[in-house]
Structures are given as C-alpha cells and as structure tokens.
DNA sequence: TCGCTGAACCGTAACGGTTCAGATACGCGC
DNA sequence: GCGCGTATCTGAACCGTTACGGTTCAGCGA
C-alpha cells in the first residue's frame, strides 16, 4: 500500500454555501448549471470559491451520487508495465486510448501484482466498465471482473463468456491460411514456437495434451488453424514440435528456437505464434549462421510495426482498429440485448522470410 | 459524453445487513476486517452476499469515505493515444507502470482533448495525486490539476512550479555535451530541428525571438545546450538556422530536414533535439541519396530503442528510470517538506551517425 | 458473587455531492 | 386586482460506504 492520500480538502460545496449564505444547491448549480442561477450570483460563488480555496467539487463524491466514474478499467493478465512494452498491446492501447478520448472518458490501467494473486485492485477501480485484454481463461482476476456490476467487454481471450461482448479475429482461419502458403512451398517439417498456454510457469516442448488442455483460447486457436492447414497435405500434427515459452520476449523465443533446431535440426520453417516469436527466431537464425529463408523459412503471427520492418511473412491484425472498437463496443450508449461478438479480419503479409525449402527437404514427410 | 453509466446495484451494504439483521458495520467488516468477526457470522455475510447478488462494497463509495482512490492520474500535453506512440514517452510510462504495480496503484490516463480545450476531465477524475508529463508551462489542463488538492509530480517541464515535485534531465548539459563532441569534429555549419515551442500550430524556421519565447523549458534548454556548445568555438548563434515542427514525428522530421537542407545545403550537421526528429532527418538523407555520416552528421537526443537500432549519435537519457522516479516521489509516504526536484544523469553515446565533415566545409565558418 | 477483560457487534455521523419537488418573488396580460 | 408563467433559489432526500466510539456479554479468577 501506499502512504498516498488526500489532504483534507480545504473548503466543501457545504462550507463555501454557509460562507454566503445560500444552499449548496446554488453553489453546485454555479459550477454545473450556470442557466440555474442568476449572473452576479455565479461570480459570487465562484469568487468566494477561490477565495477559500474551494477546488471545486469534489471527484469521487460526485461519482457517487451520479453514478459514474468517467472512466474505463483496463485489465491485462501480464503486469502493467508489459502494456507499454509490447508492440501488439500498445497497438490495441493506442486504439482503445481513441475511442476513450473521443468519448471523453479516462482510462485505468488496473494493477495486477504479476508475483501472488490479488484481486483487490480489481474490486477497488472507480470504473464504469471494463475492457480485459487477453487474458486466461480462469484468471482469477478477470473473474473478480465479472463480478463488478459494469459492462464488460473482451478482446481475443477469453471466449464465450455468458453476458460478455467480445472483439477480436478469427485467429484459427488466419493461422490456416499462413499454413497454406507454407504447404504450398512445399514445407512438411515444421517447427513451432508458442506463447504460454497454462497458468504455470512452463518452458520447453508441449505435448498434445498440453496443447489441447490451454486456457489461453487464442493459441489453443492458432495451433489448430496450423494443424488443420498441415493435416490437408497429410502432414500428422503429432508429429509436429511444439515449443512453449512463458515469457513473451525476443530473448525467450530466441531460447526457444535453439531449443527446437536443436532437438529438430531437419525442420524447414518455424512457425510462430506472434511476431515477437518469431524476431527471436530470426535472431537465432542470424546467431547460427542460418540464412532466412534460404535455409530457414520463419513465420509470426500479429503483423506489428517491428515485423514490417524485418521484413517478416505473418498474419496481419488490425491492432489499431481492435482497441477502437473494443473502446466503442463499450462506451456505446444504447440497450445490448444480447452480447455481441465481433470478429475482425485477418490478413497474410507474405514478406521475405518465407521462401521454397531447400530441395532436400522438399516434400519430405517421413517423420 | 458517453452512454455508459453504471447498472444500479442490486444490492447494497445495507440492504445486506438489514436482510441479514446484522449492522452495516459486521458487513463492512466481513469484507474489510474479518477478524473483527466470528468466522460464522462472516460466511453467514458472504453466503447471503452471493445469494443476494450483492457484489461486495461499492469503490466509488469506499473511496469517498477513505478519501483515497487508489490511483494515479496522468496527464500528457498529447492526445492520449501519444502514449502508446512515442517511445521516449513509451519508457517513461513502462516505468511509471512499474512503480504503480509495486505500490498496488492504478494508472489513470487523462483524456485531454487535442481539438478545443477541455479541462473537465481533469476535474473529475479520480485520482490520489497526479503525474505530469512534459507539458507547456501555461497548459491550461496542467493548471487545472494544480487546482486538484492532490500532490503533483512534474516530470521534464513545466520548470520550476512551486510546491511541485519535479524529475527530469539536465538538458541544457546534455546538449552541451553533445555540441563538443561535433565542434570537436570540425563541424561549424550546423542546422537544428526542434519540436513545437508554443501553444499554436507553427511549422517552420524558428528564430531567436521564438526560441526565447518558448513555453516548452526542456526544447529551450537543449538549444541553449547547443548555443553554449558552439559559442565555445566562437560560432554565432544567430546565423544557425532552427527548424520548428509542431508534431513530432518521423515523417514530420523528414519534412522539417528537407526544408532545413534547401534553405542551408551548406550545413555539414543535422542537431535534432529528439531522437524521433533525428530519424526523420535520417529518412530524408536516404531519400536525397545523401550518405551518413559522410556527407552529413545527424544527431539525437533521448535514446530511445529505434536510436540505438540506427546507430544514431544521441544523448540517452533513462527513460524508464525516469517514470519510475516520477511514481515513487509520488507515491512515497511521509512527510515532504519542500518541493524535491530530481535530476537524472544523461550519456553522450557516439554512432555511426556522426563524422568529421568534409575537407571542404571543416572550420569553415564564414556565413 | 463480583469485578474485570476481551471479543463481537452496533449506532451514529460523517464523506461531499446531486437532484427534484417546491417556495418565493416578480413581471405581465387582461 | 387577479391569475399565471418564469426566473431564481431552497430543503431535504439520497448515493453507499467506513470511522469512531461505544455497548453487550461470555468467561474467568478470586
């Protein structure tokens, strides 16, 4: 906890009204309703107000009475600081940030403690909604969201969840048609490196069962579109190498793409689940000595500014526009009858690290 | 304004306690103070909570008994999407974050309207103080928040503002350090682009009455910097073309290189006072075919992670270091009996950006 | 049996506003 | 002179909670 905390507020709408003689109704109606009261009366108020030191009224009591804080509760599984740091979670801020402002309502980044759980801060945020960005599907803290008794709106994880909007794409179709594009190099031996997909802190390959058990929908949805892509040229996804990361950073996938070729050194292209997965992969790449895509075919997944720059084949999502309309989903005035759900599209950036494998591995399936 | 308000609770702390026939007081303390109630009563309390809906205490509610609202709030001179976009801004905010996560506070980002001013927002928002970042001295939200009753921490500019914290960089320093090392090369024909130095909307060259006039302490310290720098070598300030641009952006920089470099071909550097600004100019040298460092010197300031991808000559300054200062003054208990004011170090890093000028144009100072 | 103690619980008074249904006075048309 | 609309201001209820200073009562030692 921290040792802030407000002074005592020097004068009240209860102080300066008796300091003049007139109801606090007059005096709340001099800084709301200027029609309510007569011109020399305002001045008067507004006078004495600066007089005294009156800050005018006061924030949170005036949340209380009208019930609504002019703000959005923000909630992110990572901790805070990873909202600035990662370029897909800053593209969808940048967003929500818009949307916040042309709706003139401010935005609360709510403080997970990344180390022991606590939902306080959750329970604690004057908000009048929330957006959760990505999260697991049994966050705990997300749970203490839908608690609150504010809409709520979702982007990409998790999904379905009764009463809730979701924003978000079809990342199982978009990942689908990457595969293609792979399959139709000709690559058969693929390697993949993955996000987090359970609560724990986990490094290193994920079985299937893994795979199958994640609470993290979104790369539950990403593996499936790969598998289903492969299974259509009848490459067996059992066969396929999948390597989890829990932290989602360059160095972390850098580890992970050594820890792939290192146990799989025939694999043609990596595919990744995000674009930072894949710039370690490249780093890793460059490291060995690995030309790209000569040698190594790599692929991500999100199309942020930093993939454009290498020059990256992934699947681009519009960052940008997801945070806006997950910030216009719900700051919309008007009755939802029913949550909505809005699926935004996705689309393959071939760049130039993807390319035909060597002729060697071409068509090669024998696993 | 927006439609969102907050759903009527459907139960309160009272409607609880009287359901229950015990006083608002055992409620509160259920949730607050377990140990100031037997263990049966208290799930007794949290049972009916759940069968009645009752979504436990109201924060607004809390926050205006406690008086603390268990946020901080954050006001940027930009629209807030300005957060998410500017990486120096980007490093300042990851290690605000940090600090807030430590101090279990929220972030609250302020919705300032870019288009006409507005400064409700900052009157209601509810906050247990204020950061603010690199704003005008005569912004008109910034003075809005000193009317708050909520202790303030400046970061960078406005200077000196009574009984407000404040942390920041020696810019003036900075630059002058950076000035040597150039003047230490040879150059002498040196043109500048800055940012925006006051209020309206200005693109263009920036002369000394408006240098002077500036309203932004950090742009006019840099150029002092450098004045201080090549008035030590015996170069006229007068006769050292500034380039205004009131947004700050690469490609606004490009612009702003390529109306320096017409007006001034003869200039042998490029003195940027952000590192943004200096990888425009690097753009615009590309686009003009001009080779860097050899036909032209172009120099930073910041150290942003796009500067050191570029090699770019900068003054780094720490970013993060310098958010998480900002939150820690604000967020530490006890008593502070003046205005502290924190001055972090800065680092002159040398790239590949900056050179000996050509033969032809050293120590030639004859404009 | 008495006095004392500590645990458990309670009543009241804020916290600082907003809001709405009046009250008052005044001017105006008839 | 009277009814009536209008502009201006007031009173009181309400928002939902926690701080503060009690009161009650079972248990215990003497």
Redesign the pocket.
């Known amino acids: 906890m921290s040792g802030l905390q407000n002074v005592?507020?020097p004068a009240?709408?209860?102080s300066l009204a008796a300091e003049l003689?007139?109801?606090?109704?007059?005096?709340?109606?001099a800084?709301?309703?200027p029609?309510?009261?007569?011109?020399?009366?305002?001045t008067r108020v507004l006078e004495a107000a600066r007089r005294l030191g009156?800050?005018?009224?006061?924030p949170?009591?005036?949340s209380?009475?009208?019930?609504k804080a002019g703000a959005v509760g923000l909630l992110l599984t990572e901790a805070l600081s990873y909202a600035f740091r990662d370029p897909a979670a800053t593209g969808f801020l940048e967003g929500l940030a818009l949307a916040c402002e042309a709706a003139g309502q401010g935005l609360l980044l709510v403080p997970v403690s990344p180390e022991h759980v606590d939902v306080t801060a959750v329970l604690q945020a004057g908000v009048d909604g929330f957006i959760v960005y990505s999260v697991r599907e049994d966050d705990p803290h997300f749970l203490a969201v839908l608690e609150r008794p504010v809409p709520t709106v979702v982007c990409d994880q998790p999904h379905g969840v009764e009463g809730v909007d979701r924003v978000g794409v079809d990342d199982r179709a978009g990942m689908l048609c990457l595969a293609r594009h792979l399959t139709g190099l000709g690559h058969r031996r693929i390697g993949v490196l993955c996000m987090r997909l359970g609560a724990g802190r986990y490094d290193g390959p994920a079985d299937q069962e893994r795979q199958l058990g994640a609470t993290y929908p979104v790369q539950r949805d990403r593996l499936a579109g790969l598998r289903d892509g492969l299974a259509e040229v009848g490459v067996d996804w059992a066969g396929v190498p999948v390597i989890e990361r829990f932290l989602h950073s360059v160095d972390a996938a850098e580890s992970a793409a050594a820890e792939l070729l290192t146990a799989h050194p025939d694999v043609s292209a990596i595919v990744c689940t995000s674009d930072i997965l894949a710039l370690g992969a490249l780093r890793y790449a460059t490291e060995r000595g690995l030309s790209v895509p000569e040698d190594l075919t790599v692929t991500g997944f999100d199309g942020v500014p930093e993939a454009a720059r290498a020059d990256l084949t992934t699947v681009r999502q519009p960052l940008l526009e997801k945070g806006r309309v997950a910030g216009e989903m719900l700051l919309e005035r008007g009755e939802r009858d029913r949550p909505r759900r809005v699926t935004l599209p996705t689309e393959l950036v071939v760049g130039g690290t993807s390319a035909e494998p060597r002729a060697a591995q071409r068509f090669f399936s024998g696993w």
């Open positions: 005592r507020r009240t709408l209860a003689g007139v109801s606090r109704t007059t005096v709340s109606n800084y709301n309703r029609d309510q009261l007569s011109a020399p009366l305002r009156y800050p005018g009224p006061d949170v009591a005036r209380l009475r009208t019930r």
